[in-house]
Nanobody, 120 residues
Framework: VQLVESGGGLVQAGGSLRLSCTASGSIVRIHDMGWYRQAPGKQRELVTSITRSGSTNYEDSVKGRFTIARDNAKNTVYLQMDSLKPEDTAVYYC???????????????WGQGTQVTVSS
């Protein structure tokens, strides 16, 4: 199983970016999906998550600015980031809880990370 991210980059404060993450490989079912971020010198933190049925959860600092969505048919999760701030600068990681067979328990998988840099 692989999670491949795309969409990071450099943007000015107030701008927008859209991240995508697609899972591929031997997959029976993808449960929760989410986005984490890690800024230099800080621990990785959960930014937002979404269940298979579409229920979402957001970290307080991104509420109203970030939107998570998923396409179950494409095994893809998206993160629309608007009104970006310099403090949003970090490496963003996709996470997915994936069930590989009907009898196996779901396991966490991670993307390679994509850099998001917001200039002031």
């Amino acid at each position: 199983v692989q999670l491949v991210e795309s969409g990071g980059g450099l943007v000015q404060a107030g701008g927008s970016l859209r991240l995508s993450c697609t899972a591929s490989g031997s997959i029976v079912r993808i449960h929760d999906m989410g986005w984490y971020r890690q800024a230099p010198g800080k621990q990785r933190e959960l930014v937002t998550s979404i269940t298979r049925s579409g229920s979402t959860n957001y970290e307080d600092s991104v509420k109203g600015r970030f939107t998570i969505a998923r396409d179950n048919a494409k095994n893809t999760v998206y993160l629309q980031m608007d009104s970006l701030k310099p403090e949003d600068t970090a490496v963003y990681y996709c996470n997915a809880r994936i069930q590989r067979t009907l009898l196996s328990a779901p396991t966490d998988y991670w993307g390679q990370g994509t850099q998001v840099t917001v200039s002031s």
